[in-house]
């Protein structure tokens, strides 16, 4: 394969920009480099789960960010009644998620899969809508934050300070990234949910239980966001809106990769992040940083409806 | 049949109009909120009918809100005319957003759409010069120095322009032409439907009723602030009443305007601070159980019974 045609893949191409980018950025400002990285780490391990559901189970799940938010106030019940440190507490937030993630397929989403595509978005809708509500009847709309020493390290290199707790997203993205395509590529039944997602009745045909993989897959993600809402309430504040902005943001992220492409998600989280702390570092123009994604999908979908008519 | 049908409309009409004059206050502006609602959850499910779902009223809502109180305040203009001109301002702006958003469909358009408020929350939270900042922009005076009558006939006006927008819209061939986009668009593009054209002619159309709204809601209360005028009730409720009464029809939004209206003052008395919660409840049983609506199942029974 020629360096042209590599070149002409998605993935490659939005790697060259993003290179690009960083020894341009590395040299005038570091520190929207590294805040930068870890923010991006943020939304794409936000993003992921929101990806593999929409690529396998096909429904786009619009309660998303709401179950990263019952995550963090899960994580934050426990320290407060248990004393168990947030970071503990991602391990039962994965099975009590996985448990909840399953509860709302068998319940609700099940019914829908079949149903026309607005019947499904209105019932995520009405889904994160109870969810942000439940949590504001319950806890309040008033931000909750835990006082945590450790997540204020730093680090410095020569006149350049930095937060090093945040690399705490890096890693948790990588690990979903590799360990969920481990999953999907090298494990029988991560194969057959390609399978499902590539086509559900020859999926069927050849006796995959396709009820039971969309099962999995979908409380697999809920758990995986949940269990993150624990590490993401560490660092921030929690309230029932938290979690919105964030399932707008993944989506747009899913919609700039391309539906199935979970490494593209990460180039594209890396595009998002770097963009807006780029915005943020200008004094005075802040305020901005948070319609740049919403830029970014109304560009991505000019420039895609443009190659589908060439088509 | 057709004559009685008229003269029932001209008698509830009639009564609707002179309502201010043997009630109370209290029930005029419970009405208000109806009312305001209704046109809302009308707006909605016009657009619905050509099978795009919009979670944005609250954004149009809300710039249809700023551009008519500002145009008050800065250019001076008589409030009507400022609701008006904000009501077109909301549709122009649908037309540039329309054209660059309508050419993917679904889940594409619906996310875009879901983004709106916020969008336009951040860029007036960050124009404080024009549009008083984080703090919103207050009104000397309400509309009609807040004469519950008049703010009453103003509101039943906005719902009666929406009602009939609606049936206009069921009536003429735009209905055939949405219906087909709706059920398959290809066989409507290979009939000759342009049907980019007509998305985007509705989507103007819709979202110049939510200005017009939101005009009128803003001019009522006497104020804007980002939080409020772009709060997530414009888009939640609305959307609950159109699913509740049922979709793709004008009495079904009317029907769940009025049920959920009067719901929805008792529910704030119950339970303040979570009575959001009822409405997305009913958004989630309603498309599990009978997705058709009240309207819609109670139609299917009537023409049972009435096929036996």
């Not at chain 2, 989630?284 to 997705?291: A, C, G, K, N, S």
């Amino acid at each position: 394969m020629s360096l042209v045609s590599k070149l002409k893949q998605r993935n490659y191409q939005i790697a060259v920009i993003i290179a690009v980018l960083a020894v341009i950025l590395a040299f005038w400002k570091p520190h929207v480099l590294v805040e930068g990285l870890q923010r991006a780490c943020l939304y794409a391990v936000i993003a992921l789960p929101m990806a593999l559901i929409l690529g396998i189970v096909g429904i786009i799940n619009l309660a998303h960010g709401e179950y990263m938010m019952l995550g963090g106030y899960f994580a934050y019940c426990l320290n407060v009644y248990v004393g168990m440190d947030p970071l503990v507490a991602i391990v039962p937030a994965l099975i009590a998620f996985f448990l909840i993630g399953m509860a709302s397929y068998r319940a609700i989403i099940k019914y829908v899969l079949g149903a026309p595509e607005l019947n499904q978005l209105l019932l995520t809708f009405g889904l994160a809508m109870v969810l942000e509500q439940m949590a504001n009847l319950i806890w309040t709309s008033r931000p909750i934050k835990l006082p945590l020493k450790y997540v204020s390290a730093s680090a410095t290199i020569g006149s350049f300070t930095f937060g090093t707790y945040e690399f705490i997203y890096v890693g948790a993205a990588m690990i979903v990234l590799v360990g969920l395509q481990l999953f999907l590529k090298r494990t029988s039944m991560g194969q057959a949910a390609l399978a499902v997602g590539q086509n559900p009745r020859g999926a069927k045909l050849v006796g995959i239980h396709v009820d039971r993989t969309y099962l999995l897959i979908f409380s697999l993600s809920i758990a995986l966001v949940g269990a993150f809402g624990a590490i993401f309430m560490t660092r921030h504040s929690i309230f029932p809106l938290v979690g919105a902005p964030f399932t707008m943001k993944s989506f747009c992220l899913i919609a700039m990769a391309g539906i199935g492409n979970l490494m593209g998600v990460l180039w594209c989280s890396l595009i998002l992040g770097l963009a807006e702390n780029f915005v943020l570092s200008f004094r005075g123009y802040a305020g901005w940083a948070d319609i740049l994604f919403f830029a970014l999908i109304v560009g991505v979908i000019i420039v895609r409806s443009r190659q589908r008519q060439v088509k | 049949m057709r004559n009685s049908r008229t003269l029932l409309y001209i008698l509830i009409l009639a009564v609707l109009f002179t309502l201010p004059f043997y009630t109370g206050v209290y029930l005029l502006n419970v009405m208000d909120i109806i009312l305001i609602y209704m046109a809302l959850a009308l707006s909605w499910d016009m657009l619905l009918r050509s099978g795009q779902i919009s979670f944005g009223m609250a954004g149009l809502f809300g710039v249809g809100g700023y551009a008519a109180v500002l145009l008050h305040l800065n250019a001076g203009l008589n409030p009507l005319v400022s609701i008006v001109l904000g009501s077109l301002i909301a549709g122009a702006l649908a037309w540039l957003i329309g054209v660059a958003v309508l050419q993917l469909r679904g889940m594409y358009f619906a996310i875009v759409t879901l983004a709106l408020a916020e969008i336009f929350r951040v860029i007036v939270r960050n124009l404080p010069d024009l549009t008083g900042g984080p703090e919103g922009t207050v009104l000397p005076s309400a509309i009609f120095s807040g004469n519950s009558t008049k703010t009453y006939w103003l509101t039943l006006s906005v719902a009666v322009v929406s009602i009939i927008a609606s049936e206009i819209f069921r009536r003429t061939r735009i209905h055939f032409a949405l219906t087909s986009i709706r059920n398959d668009e290809i066989v409507a593009k290979s009939s000759g439907i342009d049907v980019f054209k007509y998305l985007v002619f509705i989507f103007m159309v819709t979202s110049a009723i939510q200005g017009l709204t939101g005009g009128a809601y803003a001019h009522i209360y006497g104020f804007v602030s980002p939080e409020g005028s772009f709060s997530v009730d414009f888009t939640l409720l609305p959307i609950a009443m159109a699913l509740l009464g049922g979709m793709h029809s004008t009495w079904g939004p009317v029907v769940g305007a009025v049920l959920l209206g009067v719901v929805s003052e008792f529910l704030k008395l119950q339970i303040p601070y979570g009575h959001l919660l009822v409405y997305g409840l009913i958004i989630v049983i309603t498309i599990l159980f009978f997705p058709q609506g009240i309207v819609g199942t109670l139609g299917q029974r009537f023409r049972k019974y009435g096929s036996r």
